[in-house]
């Protein structure tokens, strides 16, 4: 290699070792947090699956075939009890008829991904991020909040007072884990509108389903607190979600059902 070469190759080499420095966790973050929105967007394939909710005094185990018209549920097993197969049966196809309670779904699912996207696109400048290890695979950062931040919405104020890490994925830029827990107690309306109490705290978990597709496997949430004057408010749950299986693409509600009465409990 003539010295000229070596010299060019060098440099490359010094540039992009300078590159791969440079990345600050706060730039990570929002490099993860637009492909995470990328993801949500783009993504219109169907899966089916078990899930598995927990609740102190009550919960449910269903399979779950969700399309982009609607989530058609088969609920087996509710507070700890086995609902009778005709009973299953019954609730999957009266649902199938009343378009009304689709569209109600519809809209509840169309809420909840506006309220993520609304979450995502706070985290890069709601909280002061660190790196707190990392390999070939993961990275690991920490995250608490910024004294800057204004929130701009009163739900946005419960960042005030959160810490946590979040684990990415560093190839395909995604969230692989999430913890949050309040370090203070926070007050909306100074109080008169609900306070969530401090250690309330958050968990979830996304793993790859298919190529280049995640989907949320794991959600723990545990809050303690007030809302609305003084009425109590205590939100425990835990969601996982196992047993996935990509469905044909523009899968319709009705096939949906078929498919969910189909499975073995």
Known sequence: MELRSVVVFAAGMVLATGA??????????????????????????????????????DGVVQWVAATQYGSVRRVFERGGQRVPEEKQRSAVQEFLR???????????????AQQIDDFLKLLPVAFVWTEKSADAVNTTLHFEPDPKF????REAKVFSGMVGDVVVDNQQLRVRSMDGRLVHEVTFGGGLLGRLKEGSSFALEQSQTGPSLWQLTALHVHLVG?????????LEEDDERTNFELEQENETVEQAGELVLRQVE
């Not at 204004?150 to 919405?153: A, G, I, K």
Request: no cysteine; aromatic share 4%; charged share 30%.
């Open 20 to 57: 791969a420095v440079a990345e600050t966790p706060q730039s990570l973050i929002q490099r993860t947090v637009n492909s995470e929105r990328a993801a949500n967007q783009t993504d219109l394939s169907n899966w089916l699956y078990r899930e598995e909710v927990k609740k102190p005094k």
């Open 98 to 112: 009343d378009t009304r309670a689709q569209k109600k779904a519809l809209a509840e699912d169309a809420h909840d």
């Open 150 to 153: 204004h929130p701009p919405t």
């Open 226 to 234: 007030n809302a609305l004057l003084f009425k109590s408010v205590s």
